[in-house]
């Protein structure tokens, strides 16, 4: 009895840790703006799949958020008008995603990180469903 106590603890204790936090405790990398981005999403449905913490302003028209992972300790300045690409090729910036909204809806993003070769790349997402991913630094 007492085996088949611990092991169901183990079994509550894996599953809360494994998955019921919620999509904004997912990692944000390519891969997962890949499987969650989509055109036409609402601010509700953004926030349910990419969380809460993002600042936000107007832009070219239209509502623009950003989502960045940061390494610890690092201090930069969180902007709406310029990707950090220098904090992201020293490191310490992961990776920012910019949501471009129009008419309350996802209308665009542009996820930018460091690649393997040390420069930084874009992928993005655009408003017909095509995608792109280049280099956008030397």
Partial sequence: MRKLLTACLVFVVIFVFSGCTGESARTLDKEFVKEKAEIGLSKSEVEKRFGKDYISGDADGGLLWLYDTTN???????????????????????????????????????????????????????????????????
């Fill in 72 to 138: 610890e300790d690092t201090n930069y300045e969180r902007r709406l008008d310029v990707v950090a690409h220098e904090d992201i090729i020293d490191g310490n910036v992961v990776n920012q995603l910019f949501i471009n909204f129009q008419k309350e809806k996802a209308f665009m993003y542009s996820f930018f990180y460091k690649g393997d070769d040390g420069k930084v790349w874009e992928f993005v997402l655009y408003p017909d469903r095509t995608t792109l991913e280049i280099p956008v630094s030397q």
